[in-house]
């Protein structure tokens, strides 16, 4: 079902990051980064809502972020590895 979710719809621009980060290039890179990191790890007969829910869960939380620019990838998927194994233990299923 993965395969349905258009992860491109969600990617940021400069322009969702200028009124946050000094350098909103590099910023919006690094949350696509985050954003491509859930898409790509989540499994591949995933729920189509429950993988927008993850993708917009990872947007709400990296795209104001000031250490968004200063976390290195192996970082970034442990976190995403913790999301995608504690998603339902969160209660997140609204």
Not at 13 to 19: I, L, V
Not at 82 to 91: E, G, I, K, V
């Amino acid at each position: 079902m993965k395969h349905m979710v258009d992860v491109q719809v969600v990617l940021a621009t400069w322009q969702d990051m200028e009124d946050v980060f000094e350098d909103p290039d590099e910023a919006a890179e690094r949350l696509n980064t985050v954003l491509h990191m859930v898409y790509d790890r989540a499994e591949e007969d995933i729920e189509i809502e429950r993988l927008e829910k993850l993708l917009a869960h990872t947007w709400s939380i990296w795209h104001q972020d000031d250490n968004l620019l200063y976390v290195n990838d192996d970082d970034l998927l442990d976190w995403v590895d913790h999301l995608l194994a504690t998603w339902d233990d969160a209660d997140n299923l609204d």
